[in-house]
């Protein structure tokens, strides 16, 4: 079994007087795709939230490789190496492909004093990722965000993620409002995800795009994580959906015939 | 005329051609309402009035039109970031009041004056832009504060009296930022030559650098921009401090120009800088933003107020002109925007 990457330690979360996370204790390991899986209101996005840096956690604490970090902000988190894809992919929509993929790294050239982007290169990149992400139409680097799909959208996001090797993927729904077309490319996204050396955590409300994609799968129900170890070729979609509706608190030890 | 004649072309050709191509990218850029205006405009003047382009006109056309236009500038490079400034003609009017005052007092010399002018901007700047990005007010309240307070000083340190101005002759400084020549009949002042040094840094500074970059981030979706390790608070500062001190370098040029040091100058520029920034394509809400685009626009709007005069219209019409030019170019570019988004 492939060593830790990233621990989340008796992490509690309220709002008010809501509790939203109760004690969680989750980790993800390197090369794994964990799929988070939760009715709504279960807490799963405040949970990747606190470990994006979106949100700060009441108590509990956060490990990667073993050692404690401090996770305050967005920006910790993406130093850390840990990349967010929400629904709305949080793209500047103004700008062009290639200008958010590099946005806050942009590579330079020339004398420093100019401070002259490398558009060039920045587009050559950007090109040759976008054909890796599964767009498959051939669209130039240089088109702004807001004339793309939500998918195309979702796709370059993802792009990012791997093009600075962030060790963590997190994807909060990321194909909500998405073709079948698109669906599968995000999908197909995450499986590359794992083969290029990253971790992902994949949380979506489709029970079925989980089952294709994910290593393990982690349940929650109502700020608590009910079950840690479901392994989806071991189990079925219908006895995680008992898990996840609160009819059963663990999968039956003896597996169906797949 | 052979058959690759761009006219042909363009007339009988497929659009996919270069030359087609060329004019479905200029046609879809923002400039081009801007541009086509200007043009219209001036070929309606100079029908109507022979004086439009007479050398007189125009040299009093390139006297005046930087002065407001390097203040357009800075305004351009602010709004592309999602701010605004509406001290921008507080600033013009006070700068030259410190310089002035400096002199005749006989504190220092007009050189001193100049710089002291000139830090005194960057601290207002500075002051408007830490309001607006740390304790996140909206510009339009801290600006609109700043405005106050500076004109306030203006006129309380002048008594609401004009500084006399008639020393200049002669010293360095204003020789290099007022300096006048003439090419051909028309004469020309420096701070022509100084409006086009800056627009071509500030055009290079917002398509070509990173820093750049960071500006139309800021202006489009600062939360994002902030996530990605852009510092919108730092890159928001700076303008504001750009745009300061571009404001009072204009006072500054427009005080030696016209040998006056009015606490009052510059009064309403705020508004009628903005609409020649909007009017150029530069988004009030931020994220886009032209350089070229404002150049027309400050054209546009200075040909307006002087063309008709010359022809006829009275003066006090003027604003009926600049707020129909105002709405109808919103209509545009927001048309544009929505067929742009469709992916046309
Ligand atoms: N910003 C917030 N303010 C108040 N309550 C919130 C906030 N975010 C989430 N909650 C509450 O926390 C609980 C968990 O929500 P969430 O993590 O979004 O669930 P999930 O993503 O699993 O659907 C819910 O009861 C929700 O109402
Ligand atoms: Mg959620």
């Known amino acids: 079994m492939n060593e830790e990457l990233v621990r989340m330690e008796h992490i509690s979360k309220f709002f008010g007087r809501v509790q939203a996370l109760n004690d969680v204790t989750f980790t993800v390991r390197k090369n794994e795709i964990v799929g988070l899986l939760g009715d709504n209101g279960a807490g799963k996005s405040t949970l990747i939230k606190i470990l994006s840096g979106a949100l700060i956690a009441d108590s509990g604490t956060i490990y990667m490789h073993g050692r404690p970090v401090s996770v305050r902000s967005t920006t910790d988190a993406i130093k850390l190496g840990i990349e967010t894809i929400y629904q709305d992919s949080a793209l500047v929509t103004q700008l062009s492909i290639a200008r958010n993929l590099f946005l806050g790294r942009e590579p330079t050239k020339g004398p420093r004093l100019l401070n002259r982007m490398d558009q060039q290169a920045m587009n050559e990149v950007a090109a040759g990722l976008l054909k890796k992400a599964g767009i498959q139409k051939d669209i130039p680097p240089t088109t702004p965000i807001s004339s793309l799909s939500g998918g195309e959208r979702q796709a370059v996001a993802i792009a990012r993620a791997m093009h600075f090797d962030s060790e963590l993927i997190i994807l909060d729904e990321p194909t909500n409002n998405l073709g079948v077309e698109e669906t599968q490319s995000v999908l197909r996204f995450v499986r590359n995800a794992r083969d290029s050396g990253h971790s992902c955590i994949f949380i979506a409300h489709n029970i079925h795009h989980v089952f294709q994609v994910v290593d393990r799968i982690v349940v929650m129900r109502r700020g608590k994580k009910i079950a840690d170890d479901i392994d989806p070729r071991q189990t079925t979609i219908e006895a995680v959906e008992q898990v996840i509706m609160g009819h059963l608190d663990s999968i039956p030890d003896a597996p169906p015939a797949q | ?344």
């Open chain 2, 1 to 344: 005329m052979h058959s690759s004649s761009p006219f042909r072309r363009f007339f009988t050709g497929p659009a996919a051609s270069p030359v087609g191509q060329f004019m479905q990218t200029f046609i879809s850029r923002p400039e081009f309402g801007p541009f086509v205006l200007l043009i219209l405009e001036i070929i309606v003047f100079t029908l109507r009035s022979g004086a439009f382009l007479s050398s007189t006109n125009i040299s009093n056309l390139l006297a005046f039109t930087p002065e407001l236009g390097m203040i357009a500038l800075g305004m351009t490079m602010l709004m592309t970031s999602g701010e605004f400034d509406l001290s921008v003609g507080s600033v013009f009017g006070f700068a030259p009041v410190v310089m002035w005052t400096i002199l005749n007092t006989g504190t220092a010399s007009l050189e001193v004056g100049f710089f002291v002018a000139i830090a005194i901007a960057v601290v207002i700047g500075y002051v408007n832009g830490i309001f607006v990005t740390r304790l996140k007010i909206p510009s339009f309240l801290v600006t609109l504060g700043m405005l106050l307070v500076v004109r306030g000083t203006a006129l309380y340190i002048t008594d609401g009296f004009p500084q006399r101005t008639w020393s200049a002759e002669g010293s360095w400084i204003a020789n290099l930022i007022v300096g006048e020549f003439t090419i051909g009949s028309i004469k020309i002042y420096a701070s022509v030559i100084w409006f086009i040094a800056f627009v071509i840094v500030l055009a290079y500074m917002l398509t070509q650098t990173k820093f750049g970059n960071w500006i139309l981030a800021s202006g489009g979706n600062a939360q994002s921009a902030q996530a990605r390790g852009v510092k919108v608070g730092r890159t928001k500062i700076i303008l504001f401090i750009m745009t300061a001190v571009m404001s009072a370098f204009a006072g500054i040029v427009s005080s030696i120009r016209v040998s006056a040091a009015n606490p009052n100058s510059g009064t309403g520029y705020e508004l009628e800088v903005i609409a020649m920034v909007v009017i150029g394509g530069t988004a009030l809400t931020g994220g886009r933003g032209t350089i070229i685009g404002t150049v027309l626009g400050v054209l546009i709007l200075r040909f307006m107020r002087n063309g008709i005069v010359l022809i006829g219209v009275p003066g006090l019409a003027y604003n009926i002109f600049i707020g129909a030019i105002i709405l109808g170019m919103m209509a545009l570019h927001s048309w544009l925007e929505r067929r742009h988004n469709a992916g046309v």
